[in-house]
């Protein structure tokens, strides 16, 4: 089944504790994202990248990594978690550049920051 | 970058009634998509729809993109169909439409 995952759907760290959040496609995509929703200000963009190797900042990059070492991954770093990135974060993919394709959406990880 | 609104931001409806959703945008598009997200809070693609008409079952979508707007329709809703609808384009998303249907 085409899709793009997520893991974990859900956690509950403390300020400072370093975290990953994994996302994978298998639909051999070379876009991949990472957005995050607040109540009120709606899905915003995060990172980006358009392929292996190639990443750039979205809306909202501050206190956020990525990397892009394989065409299939594209996880979501946060070094030193705050409260305020407590939020929804999504990843999503596309097959070409998003300005010419469809996206799909992981499933969502819940991230609470204490 | 390019704005988009969305209307009605809220939209209670009685099951089997019809619903319009409108979508604005500030500029052309190559690239409009719209979602719904169910209570669980899972983004399903609707359509994928930078210009003309679309149907799926119940649900039709048009985008008239000379004039930067794009139209979800819901025919004979359903409480399953209650959730938030996006329209994203070119990834920057609206604000939603909160659409609650009642039995």
Same mark, same amino acid.
């Given at each position: 089944?085409?899709?793009?995952?997520?893991?974990?759907?859900?956690?509950?760290?403390?300020?400072?504790?370093?975290?990953?959040?994994?996302?994978?496609?298998?639909?051999?995509?070379?876009?991949?994202?990472?957005?995050?929703?607040?109540?009120?200000?709606?899905?915003?963009?995060?990172?980006?990248?358009?392929?292996?190797?190639?990443?750039?900042?979205?809306?909202?990059?501050?206190?956020?990594?990525?990397?892009?070492?394989?065409?299939?991954?594209?996880?979501?770093?946060?070094?030193?978690?705050?409260?305020?990135?407590?939020?929804?974060?999504?990843?999503?993919?596309?097959?070409?550049?998003?300005?010419?394709?469809?996206?799909?959406?992981?499933?969502?990880?819940?991230?609470?920051?204490? | 970058?390019?704005?988009?609104?969305?209307?009605?931001?809220?939209?209670?409806?009685?099951?089997?009634?019809?619903?319009?959703?409108?979508?604005?945008? @500030?500029?052309?598009?190559?690239?409009?998509?719209?979602?719904?997200?169910?209570?669980?809070?899972?983004?399903?693609?609707?359509?994928?729809?930078?210009?003309?008409?679309?149907?799926?079952?119940?649900?039709?979508?048009?985008?008239?993109?000379?004039?930067?707007?794009?139209?979800?329709?819901?025919?004979?809703?359903?409480?399953?169909? @209650?959730?938030?609808?996006?329209?994203?384009?070119?990834?920057?998303?609206?604000?939603?439409?909160?659409?609650?249907?009642?039995?």
């Amino acid at each position: 089944e085409a899709q793009v995952t997520q893991n974990p759907r859900y956690l509950i760290t403390v300020t400072g504790k370093k975290l990953t959040v994994t996302c994978s496609q298998n639909m051999n995509h070379e876009y991949m994202s990472w957005y995050r929703q607040d109540p009120g200000l709606g899905l915003r963009q995060i990172y980006y990248s358009m392929n292996v190797e190639v990443t750039d900042k979205g809306d909202v990059p501050e206190g956020y990594k990525v990397s892009r070492k394989e065409k299939r991954n594209f996880p979501l770093i946060l070094e030193s978690p705050s409260p305020n990135q407590t939020s929804l974060y999504f990843c999503a993919s596309s097959s070409r550049d998003y300005f010419d394709d469809e996206q799909f959406f992981g499933p969502g990880t819940r991230l609470t920051v204490l | 970058g390019i704005q988009v609104e969305q209307s009605p931001p809220d939209l209670i409806l009685q099951e089997g009634a019809n619903s319009t959703l409108r979508c604005n945008f @500030s500029d052309s598009v190559n690239n409009l998509q719209w979602f719904h997200q169910n209570p669980w809070g899972q983004l399903i693609n609707l359509f994928y729809i930078p210009s003309g008409t679309k149907q799926n079952g119940r649900l039709s979508a048009t985008t008239v993109a000379t004039e930067r707007y794009s139209l979800l329709y819901i025919s004979s809703s359903q409480t399953t169909d @209650s959730g938030v609808y996006f329209c994203a384009v070119e990834m920057r998303f609206g604000a939603g439409t909160r659409l609650t249907v009642k039995p």
